[in-house]
């Protein structure tokens, strides 16, 4: 590979030869958001609700999470599974929904009914699993702010929200 080269290539892992780019795969599952349900990705811990495969989810295992293309201020990263609950559509309590998207049962259902219409196993035979997980590195998260804790007169911890640009100043 003499003539391959790192420069300016778009990510760590993809080489660029002339006339060719390809990139080196890793054998760790990625899983592709296509949409931010809730603002979850923005969080060290997050819910997802995905066809269950037991062959990659396990407690544990890590995963590369690709934000939706809409979440331009989050950048792809790790995460590993800290809990898993295989279901049926009818089994999700309505608790899972509103973590999970921020919907009600019933529009979660709906949702989930129209994401996976287009499978030739009815969606009601589908056995789904219930993933929570915890980002391998939290401080990873590249947000626009950041909480920080101060003390009030009544002593009770609360947070503020600081623009991290008027903090490099």
Known sequence: MSNSSRINAPCPDVFIVPNLTFKIMSSTPVIK??????????????????????????IKNTFDII????????QPFQAYLEYIKPVFLNEVDPL???????????EFTRIVLTMYSKQNTPV???????????????????????LTPYKVIDSNSQFVIFNDSKLNN
Do not use: M
């Open 33 to 58: 958001f296509s949409t931010n349900w809730n603002r979850k990705l923005e969080n060290n811990l997050f819910s997802s609700f995905r066809v269950y495969n037991p062959a990659i989810h396990f």
């Open 67 to 74: 934000p939706p293309p809409s979440c331009k201020h989050i």
């Open 96 to 106: 899972f929904a509103w973590i999970d998207t921020g919907y009600s049962l019933p």
């Open 124 to 146: 009601s035979s589908i056995q789904f699993a219930q993933l929570i997980f915890h980002r391998t590195d939290p401080r990873a998260l590249n947000l626009p702010f950041h």
